[in-house]
T-cell receptor, first 110, second 119 residues
């Protein structure tokens, strides 16, 4: 699976939108972009995934650029409970594996 | 939604003993489950892929004789840490994806992990 690059940390004010970027310039055509988050001492929680179209669910929105080389996860109204490490992961149809990078530690400030 | 349960959530054992960790898919069947290990302030590292009815596939550098994996049913995989040592102390996490009705791009779901401390 191709690698992703994320900033190590970000801050966001409570109630504001959190925009978490991810670069995946070597993504291949059959690779999906997945986002998970991990709150301290818990297992990762699935957030959203997409191939090339923008996606939205009850947790977040995923914006994928037209060339698919980068994406942004948007939490529309961050709360203190959204403080976590957010992982952007590429996953191909050839394997079920998820290979985690270092992620972004999002700290939501009151 | 899909729920993956791990047991125990925490375990403390003495050096040289073996510890078994269970991973269950509660409301779906999983042909394949994955085992990860996470050290403090680090990311998750994939250890092995557990396949129902066949041998597990281990990632490079993971000792298969030390980390025994059994996947005897479509809802249960176990990881046994044999002859545990303090350096095996870590957070062990499993994940699974629904076998039937799920496309290949359906998400993996994770358990809440097992904190192993070897004294």
């Amino acid at each position: 699976d191709a690698k992703t690059t994320q900033p190590p940390s970000m801050d966001c004010a409570e109630g504001r939108a959190a925009n978490l970027p991810c670069n995946h310039s070597t993504i291949s055509g059959n690779e999906y972009v997945y986002w998970y988050r991990q709150i301290h001492s818990q297992g990762p929680q699935y957030i959203i995934h997409g191939l090339k179209n923008n996606e939205t669910n009850e947790m977040a929105s995923l914006i994928i650029t037209e060339d698919r080389k980068s994406s942004t996860l948007i939490l529309p109204h961050a709360t203190l409970r959204d403080t976590a490490v957010y992982y952007c992961i590429l996953r191909s149809g050839a394997t079920n594996k998820l290979i985690f990078g270092t992620g972004t530690l999002l700290a939501v400030q009151p | 939604g899909a729920v993956v349960s791990q047991h125990p959530s925490r375990v403390i054992c003495k050096s040289g003993t073996s510890v078994k960790i269970e991973c269950r898919s509660l409301d779906f069947q999983a042909t394949t489950m994955f085992w990860y290990r996470q050290f403090p302030k680090q990311s998750l590292m994939l250890m092995a892929t557990s396949n129902e009815g066949s041998k597990a596939t281990y990632e490079q550098g993971v000792e298969k004789d030390k980390f025994l994996i059994n996947h005897a049913s479509l809802t249960l995989s176990t990881l046994t840490v044999t002859s545990a040592h303090p350096e095996d102390s870590s957070f062990y996490i499993c994940s699974a994806r629904a076998t039937s009705g799920g496309s290949y791009n359906s998400p993996l779901h994770f358990g809440n992990g097992t904190r192993l401390t070897v004294t």
